[in-house]
């Protein structure tokens, strides 16, 4: 069996599986839900100067019959008085030591920041996250992802921090920035123990076509929020993926953007994250789904023999590499299944309007579909595949079209190796 | 005497006992499913469609929310699309082509789903079609079923003047007489007649073609005759007995059954309904379900040769009805009243013919028999209309544009294809338009065959 446990950056939890601070960790009452499903820890919502909050708050992408495939949301951070939020946070860690019960934390001036740090660990807190990615209400007032995006800031800020932080201190970062290796190491600079990543991607959710007024709508007019959910995975494993190989770059990294499974998870750890934070889906489904997430992990970890998530975390992180990197004699080639294929042509319509049309009808007068003995059975020829994968990325029949290795007797070169005259590459062939 | 409509139904029909086997979508229901279709390329479910419907489109639009697109694009192909919809045997059609079927998964709900968004546009009485411009051609069309009316609906469309004759007191044909219950009922079909005539064409019932106008009477009156009366009176048996009440035929049963005040079953206990194909399903179907105890349907061959579709017979079988195959009747039995129906066993000869076992007699019990057998061709009528080449009683015509011969005449439905579907009919009868259009242009010279219906 599996070991799940981790030590992020000195903070101990029985598994990676983390709550993000967001409404799921709102109150107390909820953190000790979430913890008796077996969450591993939980990043306590965004402690400030208390706010007030509009309604309504949130708003979805739905996708071709699929609720939430993405959220965001237009709320701030804690509307509750800072001493009830303490007494709790003492009581959450007070009935459960072994978790990762971590306070996020948001504030102003340097006094504001020294007290409640105190007041923090005072109460029991493992860990301090700090809060510099908001992107929405909170940004406009120099807070949130205002700091997040000023990498001067983020250090000084985190620099105040770390003298009166006592326990690991984790930097909460902004998508909304162009390179995400900047703020990553500023905040390495300023001492910080680690970092989370993503926060939300500031964004416009829909417009109400009848009424005009985006979504939210808050009173006739909305505004923009942070959009999270199973849409963001692909850009929040970038981030994670290019700070984790970053060479000048250290620290522990928590990831956080559209996690759902236990799958998602253990694509952000094999990509260089150490653990994982979860929101979305929780709003969707509730705290119960952590249970198939450790549960699958752990039986996924036991069928390829790692034993403790050390094992395999960043062990994807040596195949993500920049373009330049690539071997440009790699090919790959489309094979349709036909006795897979169901005959409704969505390879052949993508590649001849969506790609290099190289999928051609049995009938359609070219002649090259061969009789498979089905007549819908497309026919892809080898010698224009340009191996681009969209006709495998459309089949909705699962292994009927796989992308073939051609073996075409040649060296690996890649276009740094080519352009710096190392090497050369065979004439290329472009499609006509 | 001639009157035109309106086109009431009597209340306290039995038909309205009869469940909805199909009741409409919901809206989530009906998105779900639409968000199911793949939107195949060059789809296998229009290929199979008689009238060629572009469905994966409409069900993209019902996927989209463009509800009124869905449905144009139905009636656009087919003005008939939302009897279609409940009535047209989907599962040996457009979703018995679904590519799902390959993949072990259930077929797109095409039928539903088609219904949805026709149910949509009468609601709202959206209208998407338009009398052309006066040509000044003028057509009869006799019989106002399925053929007739998506003929005279083209042939507004493109500019001819149409005018149908229906010998009924309701027009609609067969979808308002004879299509089961829980499929379509007969005020639904003539929902969709009203839809259909709305575009500006006149429909002229209780005025049967032989009896109250002459034929020679519309040759002379108009331009170009499209015949679509469909087919005759139920087959006789010509057995002993076949006179007593209580021993109908299946189409003038249902008929009353559709479209008759106060029409009841009363007392009935053991239904035996003869035949195999599909209007034999249906009358045994249809006993079933209005609580007749015990129906049994005898044919006098095996399963594998039944003419019935198999997704019918298995509902049939699903619903209690029993069958008794290899049986040939012989004698209807009863006092004035009937009490049963003598059979004898069948088998194939070695040379492969239908031939009765001797000594094999049993007696099935039953106060009512149904005769589903087949319907008689209206051989004479058609017989006097000059210029016409019959086959079997049907008409022919030229397939690419309905014409029969190079006559003025032109023909589609079940008087020329033998008893089809309603959809057949529909195709049928927009492809005599367009054929009638291009012989009207090409004034009165026999029609190039390129013209065709999609």
């Given at each position: 069996m599996a070991d799940l446990s981790i030590n992020f950056a000195g903070i101990e939890a029985p598994n990676p599986f983390w709550l993000a601070s967001a409404p799921p960790t709102n109150t107390g009452e909820q953190i000790m839900r979430a913890y008796e499903h077996g969450w591993g820890g939980a990043v306590w919502k965004t402690l400030g100067t208390p706010i007030r909050n509009v309604s309504a708050r949130f708003a979805a992408n739905d996708f071709a019959g699929q609720r939430m495939m993405g959220l965001n949301n237009i709320e701030l951070i804690t509307?509750?008085?800072?001493?009830?939020?303490?007494?709790?946070?003492?009581?959450?860690?007070?009935?459960?030591?072994?978790?990762?019960?971590?306070?996020?934390?948001?504030?102003?001036?340097?006094?504001?920041?020294?007290?409640?740090?105190?007041?923090?660990?005072?109460?029991?807190?493992?860990?301090?996250?700090?809060?510099?990615?908001?992107?929405h209400g909170m940004c406009e007032?120099?807070?949130?992802?205002?700091?997040?995006?000023?990498?001067?800031?983020?250090?000084?800020?985190?620099?105040?921090?770390?003298?009166?932080?006592?326990?690991?201190?984790?930097?909460?970062?902004?998508?909304?920035?162009?390179?995400?290796?900047?703020?990553?190491?500023?905040?390495?600079?300023?001492?910080?123990?680690?970092?989370?990543?993503?926060?939300?991607?500031?964004?416009?959710?829909?417009?109400?076509?009848?009424?005009?007024?985006?979504?939210p709508n808050v009173g006739g007019a909305s505004t923009n929020g942070g959009y999270c959910g199973p849409a963001v995975k692909p850009i929040a494993l970038n981030m994670v993926g290019q700070l984790a190989r970053h060479r000048d770059f250290s620290l522990p990294i928590s990831g956080i953007g559209g996690i759902s499974t236990w799958k998602d998870a253990a694509e952000f750890i094999a990509l260089g994250a150490?653990?994982?934070?979860?929101?979305?889906?929780?709003?969707?489904?509730?705290?119960?789904?952590?249970?198939?997430?450790?549960?699958?992990?752990?039986?996924?970890?036991?069928?390829?023999?790692?034993?403790?998530?050390?094992?395999?975390?960043?062990r994807a992180s040596r195949h993500f590499v920049n373009w330049e990197d690539l071997d440009m004699n790699f090919k790959v080639v489309a094979a349709i299944d036909p006795a897979k294929c169901i005959g409704c042509q969505l390879c052949y319509v993508a590649c001849k309007d969506g790609s290099h049309h190289c999928i051609y009808l049995p009938g359609d007068g070219t002649g090259k579909a061969p009789d498979t003995g089905f007549d819908r059975v497309p026919y892809v020829a080898h010698d224009e595949c340009t191996g681009c994968n969209l006709c495998s990325l459309v089949c909705p029949v699962e292994n009927c079209i796989s992308m073939v290795e051609v073996d075409r007797g040649l060296s690996p070169v890649t276009w740094k190796q080519f352009t710096a005259g190392e090497a050369t590459l065979p004439a290329y062939a472009y499609k006509h | 005497m001639i009157q035109s409509l309106p086109m009431a139904l009597p209340a306290d029909r039995l038909e309205s006992h009869l469940p909805d086997l199909k009741p409409r979508l919901t809206e989530a229901q009906a998105k779900a499913e639409a968000n199911r279709c793949?939107?195949?390329?060059?789809?296998?479910?229009?290929?199979?469609?008689?009238?060629?419907?572009?469905?994966?489109?409409?069900?993209?639009?019902?996927?989209?929310?463009?509800?009124?697109?869905?449905?144009?694009?139905?009636l656009e192909a087919n003005i008939l699309?939302?009897?279609?919809?409940?009535?047209?045997?989907?599962?040996?059609?457009?979703?018995?082509?679904?590519?799902?079927?390959?993949?072990?998964?259930?077929?797109?709900?095409?039928?539903?789903?088609?219904?949805?968004?026709?149910?949509?546009?009468?609601?709202r009485g959206l209208r998407f079609f338009q009398k052309g411009r006066a040509t000044g051609k003028r057509v009869a069309l006799i019989g106002a079923g399925p053929a007739s009316l998506a003929c005279a609906h083209e042939l507004t469309r493109l500019g001819h003047e149409a005018v149908v004759f229906e010998g009924r007191a309701i027009p609609g044909g067969l979808n308002a007489t004879g299509v089961a219950p829980y499929k379509l009922k007969a005020e639904e079909a003539l929902r969709e007649v009203a839809y259909v005539k709305g575009i500006g064409f006149e429909i002229r019932t209780n005025c049967l073609v032989g009896r109250d106008i002459t034929f020679d009477q519309l040759n002379s009156d108009y331009d170009a005759v499209f015949l679509g009366m469909g087919l005759g009176p139920d087959s006789m048996l010509e057995l002993p007995g076949e006179?007593?009440?209580?021993?109908?035929?299946?189409?003038?049963?249902?008929?009353?059954?559709?479209?008759?005040?106060?029409?009841?079953?009363?007392?009935?206990?053991?239904?035996?309904?003869?035949?195999?194909?599909?209007?034999?399903?249906?009358?045994?179907?249809?006993?079933?379900?209005?609580?007749?105890?015990?129906?049994?349907?005898?044919?006098?061959?095996?399963?594998?040769?039944?003419?019935?579709?198999?997704?019918?017979?298995?509902?049939?079988?699903?619903?209690?009805?029993?069958?008794?195959?290899?049986?040939?009747?012989?004698?209807?039995?009863?006092?004035?009243?009937?009490?049963?129906?003598?059979?004898?066993?069948?088998?194939?000869?070695?040379?492969?013919?239908?031939?009765?076992?001797?000594?094999?007699?049993?007696?099935?019990?039953?106060?009512?028999?149904?005769?589903?057998?087949?319907?008689?061709?209206?051989?004479?009528?058609?017989?006097?209309?000059?210029?016409?080449?019959?086959?079997?009683?049907?008409?022919?015509?030229?397939?690419?544009?309905?014409?029969?011969?190079?006559?003025?005449?032109?023909?589609?439905?079940?008087?020329?294809?033998?008893?089809k579907e309603v959809v057949n009919a529909a195709a049928e009868g927009k492809r005599a338009a367009q054929g009638m259009d291009a012989y009207f242009k090409a004034a009165g010279r026999p029609v190039a065959r390129e013209v065709s219906v999609r």
């Open positions: 509307d509750r008085p800072l001493d009830v939020n303490y007494a709790e946070i003492r009581e959450v860690t007070r009935k459960y030591p072994d978790r990762a019960t971590i306070v996020s934390l948001m504030f102003e001036t340097e006094d504001e920041w020294k007290e409640n740090i105190e007041r923090s660990i005072e109460n029991g807190a493992k860990g301090l996250e700090l809060n510099f990615g908001c992107p007032r120099g807070m949130g992802s205002a700091v997040g995006q000023e990498p001067m800031v983020l250090e000084r800020i985190t620099n105040w921090v770390m003298r009166y932080a006592s326990v690991p201190v984790i930097v909460k970062l902004t998508p909304n920035i162009t390179d995400i290796t900047v703020p990553g190491l500023a905040a390495q600079h300023g001492g910080a123990n680690a970092v989370s990543l993503i926060n939300t991607i500031k964004s416009v959710m829909a417009v109400d076509l009848d009424t005009m007024v985006p979504v150490t653990s994982v934070q979860v929101c979305t889906a929780v709003m969707h489904h509730g705290y119960r789904i952590v249970e198939d997430m450790t549960d699958g992990l752990s039986r996924w970890m036991d069928d390829k023999g790692y034993r403790t998530i050390q094992d395999f975390a960043g | 793949l939107y195949c390329h060059d789809a296998p479910c229009i290929q199979a469609c008689p009238t060629a419907i572009n469905i994966p489109e409409f069900i993209k639009r019902i996927g989209t929310g463009n509800m009124a697109g869905a449905a144009e694009t139905i699309g939302h009897s279609c919809a409940s009535v047209c045997p989907v599962e040996v059609l457009c979703a018995g082509s679904c590519v799902y079927n390959r993949l072990g998964e259930p077929p797109i709900m095409i039928g539903r789903l088609q219904r949805h968004a026709t149910e949509y546009a009468y609601d006179e007593l009440s209580g021993c109908v035929g299946a189409v003038a049963f249902i008929e009353r059954l559709k479209n008759e005040a106060g029409f009841r079953l009363a007392d009935v206990r053991q239904a035996i309904v003869i035949g195999g194909g599909n209007t034999a399903i249906d009358a045994a179907r249809e006993l079933r379900h209005l609580g007749v105890p015990r129906v049994t349907m005898v044919y006098r061959r095996g399963e594998a040769e039944m003419s019935g579709y198999a997704h019918e017979l298995l509902a049939a079988k699903q619903e209690g009805v029993e069958l008794r195959f290899w049986a040939a009747p012989v004698e209807v039995l009863g006092q004035g009243h009937v009490s049963g129906l003598r059979c004898e066993e069948t088998r194939l000869s070695a040379s492969g013919r239908l031939e009765r076992i001797p000594g094999s007699a049993f007696t099935l019990d039953a106060d009512l028999i149904v005769k589903a057998t087949g319907q008689e061709k209206l051989a004479s009528l058609l017989s006097g209309i000059p210029g016409l080449t019959l086959e079997r009683g049907r008409v022919v015509v030229d397939p690419a544009t309905g014409q029969a011969g190079s006559s003025k005449f032109f023909a589609g439905g079940d008087c020329a294809n033998g008893g």
